[in-house]
């Protein structure tokens, strides 16, 4: 009875993490121009917000697949890194715990799903 509410658990944190991803990630390829000015700010082309939002809406959807959660939780850990450093190069210091807060939820998933692995 334990693990399965242990299973559960991981499915809810799973769930939360993927809602957040699903709407960052759809708000990228449904209004762009909101975040495309920034995006080439920081030096990336501007169709990097489309790039950026495919990953986020995919990330979100591995989460959700118990067999591939580890592989959203890696390809989302290295999208709010490279979230941290884009914010610390570009000085705004404000915006990089966003991104190291996620890293942190997203690695606490990968820990929780892979001790459920065994």
């Known amino acids: 009875m334990r693990n399965t509410w242990k299973e559960w658990g991981i499915l809810g944190f799973a769930l ?15 209004q762009p121009e909101i975040q495309m000015e920034n995006f080439v700010r920081w030096g990336y082309p501007s169709w990097f917000v489309y790039f950026t939002g495919v990953i986020e809406v995919a990330g979100a959807g591995l989460l959700l697949v118990r067999r591939l959660r580890l592989v959203g939780v890696m390809v ?6 490279v979230a941290a450093l884009t914010h610390f190069q570009a000085g705004e210091m404000a915006a990089v715990p966003v991104p190291l807060v996620l890293l942190i939820f997203t690695g606490a998933l990968g820990i929780l799903d892979r001790k459920r692995l065994g």
């Open 76 to 81: 989302l850990g290295v999208t709010m890194v």
């Open 16 to 30: 939360l993490l993927a809602v957040f991803f699903f709407a960052a990630g759809f708000s990228k390829l449904l």
